[in-house]
């Protein structure tokens, strides 16, 4: 199952890389692909204001700190889950806004589900309905709360079982 971003910033022939690396990593029929655009953080950086590139490097390590370890890119809208991936992640998420990709990634990580990136063309696309400061401040909130939740109980998952 592939989820794309309505925006068409990722290249749909990209999913070809994805496909690929999922027959890599599938174990027992469970797996996420995640496209990335970590390759071009240094362009992107140049291009982008020094509020952008600090709220970026600071998404960057509450997620890493709070959430997933292993992938980079957690906010490119391109990824491939296996169907039975799909039912136990889906199935347990609580996060509705920016941050959902994160939760489902920590889902993941939690069930031991293999998870890969592999880097995609991507471009950007004028008309971004973000605001970075305070879409980031709701993040950074969600992203907290979200290992809050999980680490006193107050959210579960599914078991690979169910």
């Known amino acids: ?3 794309a971003d309505a925006d068409g910033a990722t290249f749909f ?3 070809s890389k994805l496909e690929e690396e999922m027959n890599r990593i599938d174990e027992d029929g469970q ?8 390759h071009l953080q240094d362009e992107s950086i140049a291009s982008r204001t020094l509020v952008r590139t600090i709220l970026m490097y600071g998404f960057h390590f509450c997620v890493w700190i709070f959430a997933v370890k292993n992938v980079r890119d957690t906010q490119c809208g391109f990824k491939l889950l296996d169907r039975s991936t799909a039912r136990i992640v889906f199935r347990s998420l609580h996060i509705e806004r920016w941050a959902f990709d994160v939760e489902m990634l920590k889902i993941a990580e939690m069930l031991s589900i293999p998870v890969s990136e592999v880097a995609v063309k991507w471009t ?9 400061l305070m879409d980031a ?6 992203i907290f709360l979200l290992w809050l939740r999980y680490a006193i109980g107050a959210w579960t998952i599914s078991s690979k079982q169910d």
Not at 124 to 132: R, T, V, Y
Not at 137 to 142: G, N, S, T, V, W
């Open 13 to 15: 022939p990209e999913l």
């Open 124 to 132: 950007e696309i004028e008309g971004s309905k973000l605001s970075p």
């Open 31 to 38: 797996g996420i692909v995640c496209g990335s655009r970590a």
């Open 1 to 3: 199952m592939l989820f």
């Open 137 to 142: 401040i709701q993040m950074f909130r969600d």
